[in-house]
């Protein structure tokens, strides 16, 4: 009798984790570059476990009023657009992206899209961006432990350089992408 009950308890966990449609890669992305750059931006990547058909829409722009965004959910949308849908195939894996036009303003804010399912699965994908002189970004990255700096090739560097893309690594196991301009 135990065993029949763990296995249709198996069966029941089983089910429910598998009956989600798509999970994200990262529900937190950290998006950084001076405010003088066009646009800055970072991505993640949604996968489809079964094919269906979801809705996303920003719930949130907790951004500089002189900011603007937009995203690509695979396809790229115009400054403005809120919402859409996307049809997934079952396997295939979806560009999910925000850029942030900082428009010459410093500062910092967060964006939040929700994404739903057909069976009304929820996920929330939020990207956190700082737009600012290298000073600016440089503090913010003081506020976490900093395990170590890599290139993009993997080399581990002693500290950060000047005009070059590199990974930062935290602690925590975190960890983003620089480009100090100053």
């Known amino acids: 009798m135990k065993k029949l009950i763990s296995i249709f308890s198996f069966v029941i966990i089983s089910f429910g984790f598998f009956s989600q449609s798509f999970f994200v890669g990262d ?4 998006i950084e570059g001076d405010a003088s750059n066009e646009s800055i931006a970072n991505n993640t990547f949604l996968n489809a476990t079964a094919s269906d058909v979801l809705q996303w829409t920003i719930v949130d722009a907790s ?3 002189e900011w603007e965004f937009s995203n690509c959910f695979p396809n790229c949308y115009d400054i403005g657009v809120t919402s859409g849908t996307l049809e997934i195939i079952e396997g295939e894996s ?3 992206n925000c850029h942030v036009y900082p428009n010459n303003t410093p500062g910092e804010g967060s964006i ?3 994404i739903i399912s057909g069976d009304g699965t929820t996920e929330l994908v939020s990207w956190q961006a700082i737009a600012g002189s290298a000073s600016l970004i440089e503090n913010h990255l003081n506020q976490k432990k900093i395990k170590g700096y890599y290139t993009l090739e993997g080399k581990e560097i002693s500290e950060p350089l000047k005009g070059v893309l590199m990974f930062v690594i935290y602690e925590d196991g975190t960890s983003q992408q620089i480009f100090i301009t100053e």
């Open 27 to 30: 529900n937190l992305v950290s």
């Open 94 to 96: 979806y560009y999910l």
């Open 63 to 65: 951004i500089p009023q």
């Open 112 to 114: 939040t899209m929700q």
